[in-house]
Nanobody, 120 residues
Framework: QLQASGGGSVQAGGSLRLSCVTT????????IGWFRQAPGKQREWVSA????????YYADSVKGRFTITRDIAKYTVYLQMNTLKPDDTAVYYCAAARFTGRSKNDYDYWGQGTLVTVSS
């Protein structure tokens, strides 16, 4: 029901845009979040957009560099990532929740993940 894509390899300072296409969900009923998991680390929340009004939320580590947006007509949420750093290297997942949260336990549906590698 969620398909993430757009990962790749970039140098530090570069940009990538991730996409999360949702199917089978009523778009306005679900909040969509982005998480990431680096090797050997816990999965961490990155950003979220609230379904009913489009409110946006960011982790401190990405605030000012990442932007979450959505295209309601395409049932797609985007994560524009600018000024990427090596610490941003991780598998990025999108997920859907009835209520916006910052814990992975708040989310009911998950995409398969897309790898972002940032080299120095």
């Amino acid at each position: 029901q969620l398909q993430a894509s757009g990962g790749g390899s970039v140098q530090a300072g570069g940009s990538l845009r991730l996409s999360c296409v949702t199917t089978g969900l009523t778009f306005s009923d679900y909040d969509i979040g982005w998480f990431r998991q680096a090797p050997g680390k816990q999965r961490e929340w990155v950003s979220a957009i609230r379904g009913r009004d489009g409110s946006k939320y960011y982790a401190d580590s990405v605030k000012g560099r990442f932007t979450i947006t959505r295209d309601i007509a395409k049932y797609t949420v985007y994560l524009q990532m600018n000024t990427l750093k090596p610490d941003d290297t991780a598998v990025y997942y999108c997920a859907a929740a009835r209520f916006t949260g910052r814990s992975k336990n708040d989310y009911d549906y998950w995409g398969q993940g897309t790898l972002v590698t940032v080299s120095s």
